[in-house]
């Protein structure tokens, strides 16, 4: 197949979609004491609300295989978006938790592959020199998504009531499948059927099964300290509003500075590996400093957690797409796939220990897992960061 011809919608009109893609994820966080009341429910059932999309994120990468094999990233990018607009405008509507949580667990199932064709098609269409740089703008951008969803959606669910936020971004979702009708139609996704002799090659080439579980650690300990912040802060201040809640999270926002910088900080940091082992490093530190019982130490953790996290997130993806460019499409539903399992497990086992065992049962599950995500990233090989020559597996 010939080389395409990129266009600069390549490169932007994913990033717009990404950032609708990941707002819609975590839409409905500052609304679940909305949903509690209107539903009736227990804030830990409407909690499901959130769980309900991440699970199908940890296996969907996998499973898409058996539906499609070297589909257009094009293709991809429509029916998924489709799908998200269809069901966000649903949300807007439903009347009862069970339809509420079985349109988010669609909306899961189609994430996914949205994310993968993304993620494949803004490699795909930066030059090797630029793939690094690409990525670590697309992390920067799926990082703005996280925070506009919590912010925006709380800000008009205030305003017009719940079932405005959703209506707000079937309305984006809807503007994102025209602006796709800009990408070129030949990129491809290359998925493949994940037969066990498959992902063994992929996870077989030296590095690539440390980094991705690197990844799921380091989403662990950040979605176990974004879960714990609230009830850790009424722990120390005693009622508190959402409004003071959410300044906490504006520490989320030093991620975008961490996703740009990641690039440009290896040659300051003595190389790409260096750049992983650092943000670990901060990350680290972060659970310490949430550890300080404080308001202020919640808050400067967060912007710790956020600048570490990030830092090494950004650079992860254009390492493993460097070092494996002909299967870019496999790599990246591979570290989705580690990425959000980790993410579903630390949204669930730092609560569960500090329900069972007190605060500073889940402090130091946090700081374990920070510290074997750490671990995993200083034994990596350097064979994985010679660009598009990784060593070869034995």
Known sequence: ????????????????MTLAAIATIYAPQPLLPLLAGEFHLELATAALAVTATLLPLAAGPLLYGYLLESVSTKKTMVVSLAVLAATQAGLAWADSFGVFLALRFVQGLAVPALLTALMTHVAASATPERVHAVMATYIAVTTLGGFSGRFFSGLAAAQWGRRAPFAVLAALLCGCLVLARMLSADARTTFVKPSPRVIGQVLARPGFLKAYLMAACLFFVFTGMLN???????????????????????????????????PRAARPLGGRKAVLAVGLAVESVSVLVFAVPAAWAIFVSVVILCGGMFLT????????????????????????????????????????????????????????????????AASLGHGLFDGHRPESPA
């Open 1 to 16: 197949m010939p080389r395409c011809t990129w266009n600069r919608a390549d490169l932007l009109v994913p990033m717009a």
């Open 228 to 262: 714990i912040l609230p009830f850790r802060l009424t722990e120390i201040e005693g009622p508190v509003s959402s409004a003071r809640i959410g300044v906490m999270y504006l520490g989320y926002l030093v991620g975008i500075a961490a996703s740009l910088w990641s």
């Open 313 to 376: 997130h950004a650079a992860a993806p254009g390492i493993l797409n460097a070092a494996a460019p002909r299967q870019r499409g496999v790599v990246n539903g591979l570290y989705l796939a580690f990425y959000y399992s980790g993410g579903v497990l630390g949204s669930y086992l730092p609560g569960l220990a500090r329900d069972m065992l007190g605060f500073w049962s889940a402090v130091v599950l946090l700081f374990a897992v920070a510290l074997c995500a750490l671990g995993l």
